[in-house]
């Protein structure tokens, strides 16, 4: 663990009142081993405790009940924040498999770190999934011991060290940077093209931009979400924004006025997508899937059934589809609110839905991409042939695309369901894809976009700009748009 990682932790960590914190140098920690990687699934499995310590209550000297302290009992390791120290109250899943409290890791993450405390590791994405089963077994824990978890905290945690502002990524000698756009201070996390040659981008920094194309200006900044934006969506010529904040704001994408907020939700809304009958349907971390009357501003629906997050929406066949890290796909009739069927077969979470019109395309963890019959909802084939996560799907013109951790781009086709090419030339993973009338375009964590020709399989353009990984690409009237881990927005 290198010495500027150890430090970031001590600025971090907050140590409760009556605890006493290690000033163990050679461990980032300071109590104890760290927590072993939690499955989201499984239910976490508590330290046994003595006997003696299993006591709701005491009675002092004057015969006056008193709550045990956290002094009284033994803490389970695996239910310590490995930064704070304290139990935590939101445990959620970072990309490495480690679980953290929400309020800690998100500083860590706001500070501007990209590797994970425990193993100094860089991370693959900056996605926090609620780990549902440890929530539920701590809760249990502090209900069985008498442990007031609110009592326990510090009413405020202490402040991470201010950082100087991040300067703009420097540009090499000769390089064109008038495509590149700043203004957003963290990941861009979302692009949605909009008529009138207009760009909205959806960023961490809890804002949201609009851009007016021909001139590369910013028109405004949306201000409203308390927490990161993560999701767009044009329906009934309204903004929608889903964040990290459980909410949905809707926008006027002239004026850039709020309109109203959907609330509901009771986690991240992470998938925002259009359906028939002029609805708006959103994903959550919650589990759930949500209809909203776009008209009237109203929730008119709530489907449940997937046991892990919602993390990417599709719609096909008159029907949304749901891709979970549940390892599953949901279709749902938004009309009648019900549940069509379960898709299994994946092993591994789904995180890329994509269709053609009559058929869905999941891709997964478990390296694979399944197709699906948007009617029957019956497997048609398994494609596989990535040796790592299959992180993004782009359907069009009788051929699939998947972009993977693997650093490829496979090339399928739509109608033989086998694979035409395996574009190479990313030196880290892909996770983004765009297809234009004559190219596929690929975004990396190596910071740079790819041009393909789909013809030759040849990589005709290499472009750089980017300070950071290429987080999402989208396109539109003949540009194609990208949006990167520093902040900055790409026209290309």
């Known amino acids: 663990m290198s010495s500027a990682l150890t430090q970031a932790l001590r600025a971090l960590r907050v140590a409760a009142p009556g605890r006493e914190v290690s000033q163990d ?10 927590p072993a990687p939690h499955n989201p699934r ?26 045990p302290s956290l002094e009284d009992v033994s803490i389970p390791p695996s239910f310590l924040c490995p930064v704070s120290m304290e ?16 309020p800690s890791i998100q500083r860590w993450l706001d500070s501007g770190h990209k590797t994970c405390p425990v193993t100094g590791t860089r991370l693959r994405h900056m996605e926090l999934t609620p780990n549902f089963a440890l929530r539920s077994t701590i809760a249990d824990w502090a209900a069985e011991n008498g442990i007031d978890l609110q009592r326990t905290r510090p009413s405020e945690p ?3 060290p201010a950082e ?10 000769g390089r064109q940077s008038a495509n590149i756009l700043h203004g957003h201070d963290e990941i861009v996390w979302a692009l949605q093209p909009a008529p009138g040659g207009r760009l909205f981008s959806a960023s961490a920094d809890r804002t949201i931009r609009a851009w007016d194309v021909a001139s590369a200006r910013c028109l405004g900044v949306l201000s409203g979400h308390t927490r990161p934006v993560l999701a767009l969506a044009l329906a009934g010529g309204r903004l929608f924004s889903g964040s990290y904040d459980h909410r949905i704001i809707e926008w006027c994408p002239e004026s850039f006025r709020a309109l109203r907020t959907l609330e509901g939700h009771h986690d991240a809304v992470r998938a925002l997508a259009t359906a028939p009958g002029g609805r708006l349907v959103s994903g959550s971390y919650d589990a759930s899937v949500r209809v909203w009357d776009v008209e009237a501003g109203a929730c008119c629906g709530v489907l449940v059934g997937h046991a892990g997050p919602v993390r990417a929406l599709a719609v096909c066949a008159g029907a949304v589809f749901s891709g979970s890290y549940d390892a599953s796909i949901r279709a749902w009739d938004v009309e009648a609110n019900r549940c069509l069927g379960s898709l299994e077969g994946h092993t591994g979470a789904v995180r890329a839905l994509a269709t053609d019109g009559a058929r ?3 891709g997964s963890d478990d390296a694979s991409i399944r197709v699906w019959d948007a009617r029957s909802l019956a497997c048609l084939a398994t494609l596989c042939g990535h040796a790592d996560n299959v992180r993004v799907l782009a359907v069009g013109g009788g051929l699939l695309c998947s972009g993977s951790w693997d650093r490829t781009v496979r090339v399928w086709s739509v109608d033989h369901l086998t694979c035409l090419q395996v574009l190479k030339g990313h030196s880290e993973a892909v996770l983004a894809l765009a297809l234009t009338p004559t190219q596929l375009v690929s975004g990396s964590y190596d910071a740079t976009l790819r041009f393909w020709d789909l013809g030759s399989g040849r990589c005709t353009r ?17 540009h194609v748009f990208s949006g990167s881990y520093d902040g900055t927005i790409g026209i290309w």
Request: include cysteine; glycine fraction near 8%; charge should be negative.
């Open 25 to 34: 140098t050679d461990s980032p920690f300071a109590r104890g081993p760290s």
């Open 42 to 67: 499984a239910p976490a499995s508590p330290t046994c405790m003595a006997p003696d310590c299993r006591r709701n209550s005491s009675t002092n000297d004057e015969g006056v009940t008193v709550s």
């Open 87 to 102: 139990i935590m109250s939101d445990p959620v899943i970072l990309a490495t498999g480690h679980t953290y409290d929400r």
């Open 158 to 160: 202490a402040a991470a």
């Open 164 to 173: 100087p502002p991040r300067q703009a990524p420097q540009q090499a000698a």
């Open 360 to 362: 869905v395309f999941s």
């Open 462 to 478: 290499k472009c750089e700009g980017h300070g950071d990984a290429v987080r999402v690409l989208a396109a539109a009237d003949g």
